[in-house]
């Protein structure tokens, strides 16, 4: 009973949420319908094809080639390549902005080189533009092409390879003719969570002044104030996540019938090929996150006088006790949805599970709506019941605290904690449950003596995941945070949009740090599996 309580609770805002799209049509959404809404659409879509061809370009062959051979720095490569995943969207625009605009240091370079004197003596791309938006997306998202296309290439039958080799095919046409169809499913499903991602980034084309859905939503609300227009817009994205997650999903079980075992030795690169590997590969890794961490610490040591203040140790706290409030409540309700599965294998027990964790396919904006629906009903609820019995109102202590946003990263974020504690049940052999009651323990004192022991290093994990994302998460916050009331997320953001991110680059490079902390983890995960 517990677990399907709790996924109840979790999965009422999105029933909330589709709910209230459905009320009778309002002036703000007929005017968004009429004016900008189309060109909203073909923004997002714009750009979601933009970023997943980008990242299709740096990911598939990055993945083929550590898949396949070793070269110098291999070995660091494999899991350095990943290290984009720590570094904001919002940060890598404002840095890349100020790179490639006019008045920054490449344009100045060149017309110093080439005596050009006006902007009309030569073209350069515009980077605040969809398209500009597009590259630093890729930017920060190509990890996940490379990450599961490598293993997709892994896990190949060498004897296709091979046989194809003694054809007298050469490695290019081994590629493109074997190894690229062979992946076909992998690179589906990195495509797809790749557009899930752009779809749900919010500061990065906020910045760039790209309106797509995602900024709709958040004008909508907070321009308009219309909840019933914000929440038909996010309806709109929703079904675009379904679309994503249904060819995920397709993927993943065309993925089962091609995939055969082999762990075959890499090929050694050696002379030209060799150096031609490792720059393609290092030229990559300083361009989506060497050069702009190192030109954010350079930052934050220039400024650290006025980055290292009040305002920084004040929200850091904030983040910090929020993020430490989140992880708790989720271990404890994964740990209530995962032991109802333990003990009920069949539909009725997965299925709480499964809608527990739906929140983390849903855009932050979306699901701070989402959240806003069901809680401002029930503030006004309680204040008006309290007005009936002839007490004072207690105002907004919902909407108005920052229960809003622990409600909603518990909604986001349950899933992480979920995968990680569910993980370690599954490698607890049942015959451990059937063992207790044999000896006449029931269910309480084995989950008790036998499950939570072993359970303690899955927790732990699952806790630290979600307290990471946690510190990083933006939308939600900007839309849900009290008055007065700053993240390091939301503090940096602000910076960010007034151009001034020296002031917060020491807010900045702490959120690429703890970032950095689960990047370490799923190495090592990946590490034990291969081994």
Not at 43 to 71: E, H, K
Not at 251 to 277: C, I, P, V
Not at 322 to 337: E, G, Q, W
Request: hydrophobic share 55%.
């Amino acid at each position: 009973m517990a677990s399907y309580t709790t996924a109840a609770i979790l999965v009422l805002p999105l029933l909330a949420l589709i709910a209230q799209s459905l009320l009778p049509d309002t002036e703000v959404f007929s005017h968004l319908f009429d004016t900008v809404l189309l060109d909203y659409v073909i923004n997002t879509v714009s750009l979601i094809l933009l970023v997943i061809v980008f990242c299709l370009l740096i990911g598939v062959p990055l993945a083929f080639l550590l898949a396949n051979y070793s070269f110098t720095g291999s070995q660091f490569f494999n899991w350095g390549l990943l290290l984009p995943l720590a570094m904001p969207s919002y940060v890598m625009a404002y840095i890349y902005t100020d790179w490639l605009e006019y008045a920054g240091p490449v344009q100045r370079f060149l017309r110093d080189v080439f005596a050009w004197q006006t902007k009309q003596d030569y073209w350069f791309f515009e980077i605040r533009s969809l398209f500009g938006a597009a590259v630093v997306l890729s930017f920060v998202l190509f990890p996940y092409v490379y990450l599961i296309v490598k293993t997709a290439f892994k896990e190949q039958s060498q004897s296709l390879t091979q046989a194809a080799t003694m054809l007298g095919k050469s490695p290019i046409t081994v590629f493109w003719q074997v190894s690229l169809p062979l992946a076909r499913p992998a690179i589906a499903i990195a495509a797809s969570l790749v557009a899930m991602e752009t779809l749900a980034d919010f500061a990065a084309v906020s910045y760039f002044a790209v309106n797509t859905l995602t900024t709709a939503v958040y004008d909508t609300w907070l321009s308009y104030g219309s909840l019933t227009a914000a929440s038909k817009i996010s309806v709109l994205m929703l079904l675009m996540v379904f679309l994503f997650i249904s060819l995920e999903r397709f993927s993943r079980n065309k993925q089962r019938s091609y995939q055969t075992s082999k762990q075959a030795q890499n090929k050694r690169l050696t002379g030209y090929r060799n150096w031609l590997a490792f720059s393609v590969c290092m030229l990559v890794l300083v361009l989506a996150f060497l050069l702009p961490v190192i030109y954010l610490a350079k930052m934050a040591f220039t400024y650290k006088e006025q980055a290292l203040n009040s305002d920084f140790f004040q929200f850091g706290f904030n983040s910090l006790s929020l993020s430490l409030i989140v992880a708790f409540i989720c271990v404890v309700l994964a740990l209530v949805v995962v032991i109802g599965k333990r003990f009920n294998q069949r539909l009725a027990g997965v299925m709480p599970m499964r809608f527990a964790s739906s929140g983390y396919a849903m855009p932050g904006t979306v699901l701070a709506i989402a959240v806003l629906i069901p809680l401002t009903l029930m503030d006004h609820s309680l204040n008006d019941y309290l007005v009936s019995l002839g007490q004072k109102p207690i105002g907004l202590i919902f909407t108005g605290t920052i229960f809003a946003i622990i409600f909603a990263y518990v909604i986001r974020f349950i899933a992480v904690a979920i995968g990680s504690v569910e993980s370690s049940y599954e490698r607890m052999p049942p015959s451990l449950d059937q063992a207790s009651f044999t000896l006449g323990r029931n269910r309480y004192i084995t989950m008790v003596k036998v499950h939570f022991p072993l359970l303690k290093r899955g927790a732990f994990t699952a806790a630290l995941l979600v307290f990471i994302e946690s510190m990083k998460e933006l939308p939600a916050a900007l839309l849900l945070r009290p008055f007065n009331y700053d993240t390091l997320a939301t503090y940096v953001f602000q910076y960010v949009s007034d151009e001034q991110l020296e002031l917060a680059s020491m807010a900045a490079i702490s959120i690429v740090i703890a970032g950095l902390l689960p990047i370490i983890l799923l190495n090592r995960s990946m590490e034990r599996y291969q081994h």
